[in-house]
């Protein structure tokens, strides 16, 4: 993987444009959730974009399937690679599924075996590789030269930040002009993508990135103006551990407002918040862009403030093994 | 409380087309929830009337209401009593509280405290007794006696009923003709109400109550012809565990077309994949209308049905402290 400084961003609205058109056969128009309780608490009118309700339960679904639809034909006959083990595994997986390319998953030999079957339910290979970055590079280049895959990147691809862009495009033509969006920050790609999607229709709406305290690395990026990497960071929202990519950060740091962030305790209060007030399964991740707004540190009473609430696959085991050990 | 045969049933289409526009400006119109997976799963085109996002979290918010409205100034003043250690409890309090109209609740002394808190959150009154039937129905005639209030009965209330129909008809309104429409029956004030509101426009559309296995007594009284009370069923299904009562058995027994149950596994079953899969928090009286489509119980395959998601109201506690004991 080559490092670019600060690379030229290639989307612009009619990308954006175009990627809606693409990705509508094959994505759900997620609805919108509005809750009076939540109004109260944010002292604002917050529109939650339920991507929980997306296919394979994430946004990721919008940038894996707008990555494969533009795949020349050798390509897509040749499959593609990805790592992850996360939403992005079972998005790709699923894409290929639909599109008949083969989809081949790196994953660390630590990824839970639920993981591991969920992306292989969709029908994908998976490849398990030691738990360490060079382990993983070693074998997505591996699968590169012998095989001829594509590799569609997580998030540090333009196709995949424009398909997840689709999604705060749909919000804006769902509710109408809003005063700022608000969206999780992991490796930057939905940030970007929304950053790209608002600025583009209505460039006076704040775009503002949340991440975890313990994963504050969007915040000293944006501060720095260089990537600072995100070490190994213990947090419940562990799709926010990564630390962002190049060509994210290079929308992210001309584009977005604001990085804040959230505390565990304030995650876990906006989960359970999401969970028994609004009856949605939503994963921590999601949990984290409601955590400021419960908490009114944006600044932004009184106003409309779209949020996407980015997932909703969230270990449910021990729960109902506690529930089955009850009652069956 | 008098014991009726066979009660005359005073309600009609236009008592429920009335109640629909009483209920208007204070219900949420609660969305319909569909799923591909479902859809394959059972075989049949579903349609979730989601009840679980209906204020206080369930469907009883609208026979509460229904109920408060008709009251005249005098009562409205004096006030209501119900008993309840469930979503009536709170729809009763919520209603009585946008209204005006002060609420007293029974409750036995073992209702865990959350509920007690809930239902006091919305500025009822509770009164608690000694958990049995006895204790329950002197608490409630002096309560009456004493201060004039008048009772609203959780099912056994024709204004109840009526409000409980408004659920299937919006759900008519919003997908359009069905062959069936399934709901939990407990008390039976849902079932009854559904009935009569689907039979009033439809008459060939089936009309379907699912409880537990373990609470079989609407099963058991459908067959007999006369109410079986239904003992003190061990069923997660908490919300089910009450006998029919002698109103809306006057409907059960003439307008609906079978009672379906559901062992406690396909119970769980039901309320993982709703949970897991549908990305929505609904309790497990709710799973209970899911489990016989998962199953493919119902002989109705390739039909469209309709079904009512009761409630969410799940005490998430025990998930919550595992969460933060990890991570706070």
Chains 1, 2 share one sequence.
């Not at 954006?16 to 058109?21: D, P, Y």
């Not at 940030?191 to 209505?202: E, M, P, Q």
Request: proline share 6%.
């Amino acid at each position: 993987m080559s490092i670019e400084t600060s690379p030229a961003v290639p989307i612009g609205e009619s990308q954006i444009r175009e990627a809606v058109e693409r990705l509508a056969p094959w994505v759900h128009l997620t609805p919108v959730a509005t809750s009076r309780t939540l109004d109260e608490r944010a002292g604002a009118s917050v529109f939650l974009k339920c991507e929980n309700l997306q296919r394979v339960g994430a946004f990721k679904f919008r940038g894996a399937m707008n990555a494969l639809l533009q795949l020349d034909d050798a390509s897509k006959a040749a499959g593609v690679v990805t790592h992850s083990s996360g939403n992005h595994a079972q998005a790709l997986a699923l894409a290929g599924k639909l599109l008949g390319v083969p989809v081949t998953v790196v994953m660390p030999d630590t990824a839970p075996p639920i993981k591991q079957a969920a992306t292989a339910g969709y029908g994908a290979t998976i490849r398990l590789c030691e738990p360490t970055l060079a382990a993983r590079e070693a074998a997505v280049a591996d699968e590169i030269a012998r095989k001829g895959l594509t590799l569609v990147h997580p998030f540090n691809d333009w196709n995949v930040i424009a398909g997840q862009a689709t999604a705060a495009w749909e919000l804006l033509d769902q509710v109408g002009p809003l005063d700022a969006v608000v969206v999780p920050v992991g490796g930057g790609g939905l940030l970007a993508g929304t950053a790209l999607a608002v600025k583009a229709r209505s460039p006076e709406t704040l775009v503002i990135g949340v991440e975890p305290e313990r994963a504050d690395d969007a915040r000293r990026s944006l501060a720095s103006g260089r990537i600072e990497p995100s070490g190994d960071p213990q947090t419940i929202a562990d799709g926010l551990r990564t630390s962002l990519g190049e060509r994210p950060f290079a929308v992210i740091s001309r584009q977005v407002d604001r990085i804040e962030t959230a505390s565990e305790a304030a995650i876990v209060d906006a989960l359970r918040f999401l969970w028994e007030r609004l009856k949605l399964v939503v994963e921590p991740s999601s949990a984290v862009v409601v955590a400021p707004l419960l908490e009114r540190k944006l600044d932004l009473e009184g106003r409309r403030i779209g949020a996407v609430l980015s997932g909703g696959n969230v270990d449910l085991g021990p729960f109902f093994d506690a529930l089955a050990a009850r009652w069956l």
